[in-house]
């Protein structure tokens, strides 16, 4: 359910943010006849939020997106698909975990709720840690991935591509995906290193890969500190 509603938004939202950009040097308004007609485009697009959450398969140029679109696609590739299946991202269930942690704070309830069961606070908190984690993973390895542009002494064109490139390849990565805007080649080796680790992580989930070097306990201990309240955002 998680997977089909994510990609209908985020369909809804590409194909609002295409239709509205006036450029003709874009996907959506570009006169290339190979790209087919209105209808075909919009098929086209569809296609892309689904390939976004596991498959792989990229039939238009996505350096042709506009970056709102772009930006929609790379969260669309971090959050992944559902934790049974092959594909990489946080998963679908860990997204939703956490709306519905938010839901029931705003709504005052004392536990996490979804169709009559109560998901459990430890479940709760790992979906936070592995959310966070992953949010420090992309964000570091997209500032390393900056390298490779050529006012930083890298071979891909400023000009032409920017920042939500680099976040849409990372993400790509993560999601494992495969879909690009045309720039991995061009990417220093450092970068392609962290791409590639980063590919392993989202694959086999947080869980399973840095958090499972983690110390862990097989005895409770006898007493606690006491609490101290913290003042928060």
């Known amino acids: 359910m998680t997977y089909f509603v994510t990609t209908l938004v985020a369909f809804i939202l590409i ?6 950009f006036k450029n003709d040097n874009y996907f959506w308004r570009s006169d290339d006849k190979n790209l087919g007609n209105k209808w075909e485009k919009a098929w086209a697009l569809l296609f892309t939020t689904f390939s976004t959450r596991s498959a792989g398969f990229s039939t238009i140029n996505f350096s042709k997106l506009t970056s709102t679109s772009l930006i929609i696609c790379s969260i669309l590739m971090f959050i992944g698909a559902a934790p049974a299946s092959t ?3 946080i998963r679908t269930t860990t997204m939703a975990i956490l709306f519905l942690s938010l839901f029931s704070k705003i709504m005052g309830r004392p536990s996490v709720r979804a169709f009559r069961r109560r998901i ?11 959310f966070s984690i992953s949010i ?3 964000i570091f390895i997209s500032f390393i991935t ?5 006012n930083y002494s890298g071979q891909i064109d400023s000009n032409k591509y920017n920042f939500i490139h680099i976040f849409f390849e990372v993400n790509s990565a993560f999601g494992t995906t495969g879909l690009t805007c045309g720039i991995t080649d061009k990417l220093n080796n450092a970068s392609k290193v962290f791409l590639s680790i980063l590919m392993f992580i989202g694959q086999f989930g947080i869980s399973s890969t840095i958090l499972v070097w983690g110390k862990k306990k097989n005895y409770s201990n006898k007493y ?4 101290e309240p913290v003042a928060i955002g």
């Open 224 to 227: 606690e500190y006491i609490s």
């Open 120 to 130: 459990d606070d430890e479940t709760v908190r790992m979906s936070s840690i592995v």
């Open 136 to 138: 420090f993973l992309i």
């Open 146 to 150: 900056m390298s490779s542009l050529n």
């Open 15 to 20: 194909i609002s943010f295409e239709g509205t």
């Open 87 to 89: 594909g990489g991202g």
